[in-house]
């Protein structure tokens, strides 16, 4: 991935959290981020996610649609905790 695209990525995933992320939980290999109850939100999650998954194949990435809720999870396998604490300082600095 060239400079460019990678500075397009963070722009996305920053740009997501404000306007469409109430909370955000992260441990050792999985990120959760519970999505406002707008469509949009559903919506961008599902295709910056399914983007994500496509770039980066070690991510498992989910949508769990609770009956009060709904998040974005991404998780990494053992070993592989220094990526998702990297990706996660990208999404809240």
């Known amino acids: 991935m060239d400079a460019g695209s990678l500075a397009e990525r963070r722009e996305e995933w920053r740009a997501l959290e404000p306007s469409s992320v109430v909370a955000i ?3 050792g290999r999985c990120v959760r981020m519970v999505l406002d109850d707008s469509p949009a939100a559903l919506v961008a999650a599902a295709s910056l996610g399914q983007r994500e998954k496509r770039r980066c194949a070690f991510f498992d990435v ?6 009060d809720s709904r998040t974005l999870s991404l998780r990494v396998r053992h070993g592989a905790e220094e ?4 990706f996660v300082a990208l999404l809240t600095t």
């Not at 989910?62 to 009956?67: H, K, M, N, R």
């Not at 990526?83 to 990297?86: D, G, S, V, W």
């Open 25 to 27: 939980h992260a441990d």
């Open 62 to 67: 989910a949508i769990d649609l609770g009956t």
């Open 83 to 86: 990526t998702l604490a990297a």
